[in-house]
């Protein structure tokens, strides 16, 4: 069973940016929304069906996503912007009328969470999301439509839950629930509340805790078709 992490957050609070550190030659990055990383990302180069190489896959379609999470030989899959595999989703379907569409993009989701808590032991994957905060102060996953929400709770469904925090210009994690938001760690993971807004650090304290090696493939990473 893989260990699944999800990281919350507003827009700009640098969700994206804290997997700068990661290895780009051990990491899957499934981005629902195509757009430039927000750091130097000159190794970070875009999957092409045929070739060798490439770290990046844009894609919003979930089956492509669980297929490739399911092939995938790299230990460390971040799937970034995973509201606009729910969002885009839903704008393309616009135009229907009824309840079904909800119930396809609550299942959809549900495949890409499931299938991401259910690979290799070895394999860590990061979904990071924007949150949403309610006229009670009470901040989760942005999720569309109520299946998400009341049927199954995303949150409910992982371990470790992060949510990005700015402070004083210095952007960090939250590891520790406020009381309202939905953050939650195992015990003794993280030595403190806050921890530095690094990816590859909240992944070397993963592999710590459930004794995992953290950067060896698990196989070598081959074409686009073995990511």
Known sequence: MSIATLIIGETGTGKTTSLRNLTPETTLLIQAL?????FKSANWTPI?????????????NPQTIVSVMKKSRRPVVVIDDFQYVLANEYMRRTAETGYQKFTDIGRNAWDILNCAMSLSDRVRVYILSHSTTDDFGHTRIKTIGKMLDEKITVEGMFSIVLRTVVRDGEYWFSTRNSGNDTVKTPMDMFPSELIPNDLKAVDDAIC????????????????????
Do not use: E, F, I, M
Not at 48 to 60: N, W, Y
Not at 208 to 221: D, F, G, K, M, N
């Open 208 to 227: 710590a805790y459930y004794s995992v090696t953290p950067a060896t493939p698990l196989r070598a990473v081959g074409n686009a078709a073995s990511t």
């Open 48 to 60: 092409v069906q045929g070739q060798r190489g490439g770290s990046v896959l844009t894609t919003d």
């Open 34 to 38: 195509k757009k430039p990383l927000p």
